[in-house]
């Protein structure tokens, strides 16, 4: 069976997209990988995810680019004397399935001209973490809309508290597979992100 390249990519940012990359690559057992850090390097996502994991199968692949400041990538590649080149941003080689996290939404700015979403491939399958705040309608729809205009493979997975108005509205005016709901907890650890993982696996091997 062919290896699959999930891509995690958010509404916004601060919406959970490391927590579901932990599940997600924990549920799949499979490699993890971060094209673009900035900010945080001494914690940064892959460190978080790996601390999340159990599986001894997952590998965790390196940045193609690890910015110092918490900032959009076009910026703070600014602040360290650097462009994004997407053609230094290259899929790590992998027999595994993989799982990559984008940085916030699709529409950050990686350089002058290009995006988050010009990172995402054809044979990607995009899960959009989609959080409820005011505006998450209008998010979760203009992301979902671009990425189906792009023609890929998308499916949304709910993170925090439920709010049921807000997610029939998406599910009926998006029609992509709903993954589940990562709930508000009130932590997140390695037993947490597990239960998760096996909560969520059988929809996750039907994208």
């Known amino acids: 069976m062919k290896n699959k390249i999930y891509f995690v990519t958010g509404i916004s940012t601060e919406v959970g997209k490391t927590i579901a990359s932990a599940i997600i690559t924990e549920a799949l057992e499979a490699d993890y ?3 673009i850090q900035a900010g945080e390097l001494d914690n940064s996502d892959t460190k978080k ?3 999340y994991i159990t599986n001894k199968t997952s590998q965790f692949h390196d940045n193609s ?5 918490p ?3 076009h910026a703070a590649a600014e602040i360290d004397n650097t462009t994004i080149d997407l053609k230094k941003i290259i899929a790590p080689k992998t027999k595994n399935n993989l799982v990559i996290e984008g940085a916030g939404g699709l529409l950050v700015p990686l350089n002058n001209t290009s995006t988050i979403v010009n990172l995402i491939r054809p044979n990607y399958k995009v899960i959009v973490v989609s959080r409820h705040y005011l505006g998450s309608i209008n998010h979760t729809l203009l992301t979902i809309n671009l990425l189906k205009e792009k023609g890929l493979d998308v499916s949304i997975l709910f993170s925090g508290n439920e709010h049921k108005t807000t997610e029939d509205i998406i599910t009926k005016m998006t029609n992509v597979p709903i993954i589940g709901r990562i709930n508000e907890e009130p932590y997140f650890d390695k037993n947490v992100v597990k239960e998760y993982a096996e909560t969520l696996k059988p929809q996750l091997l039907k994208l």
């Open 33 to 35: 990988w971060k094209p």
């Open 49 to 51: 995810v790996k601390n």
């Open 65 to 69: 680019y690890s910015l110092k400041s």
């Open 71 to 73: 900032m959009s990538p």
